[in-house]
Nanobody, 121 residues
């Protein structure tokens, strides 16, 4: 019943942009800290960005600072990841995850199914 669904992935050229969405159902997202994670092909999943339940705290992995922006619209029960200046190394599956207790946890309690991002010429 508690579900997170990512959308917005696709194929883009280097330097292009995408906006990923993470929509929650079965619970109200404003009670949860949210993280975005990236899993490159054949690699371990790594954290990309975190946002606190209130939106007051935000963190980014160094490799995406200045390029990616995380935001949330609690009225729409949705969290976003705006990705600009995309690079081939950004290719992979992007997951959103929620945790009601730990901010920027490496092991959030709830996970979405992921959305594929491919950056290629």
């Amino acid at each position: 019943q508690l579900q997170l669904v990512e959308s917005g992935g696709g194929l883009v050229q280097p330097g292009g942009s995408l906006r990923l969405s993470c929509a929650a159902s079965g619970f109200t997202l404003d009670d949860y800290h949210i993280g975005w994670f990236h899993q490159a092909p054949g690699k371990e999943r790594k954290g990309v960005s975190c946002i606190s339940s209130s939106g007051g705290r935000i963190n980014y992995r160094d490799s995406v600072k200045g390029r990616f922006t995380i935001s949330r619209d609690n009225a729409k029960n949705t969290v976003y990841l705006q990705m600009n200046s995309l690079k081939p190394e950004d290719t992979g599956i992007y997951y959103c995850a929620a945790d009601g207790y730990s901010y920027c946890s490496t092991k959030p309690r709830y996970w979405g199914q992921g959305t594929q991002v491919t950056v290629s010429s």
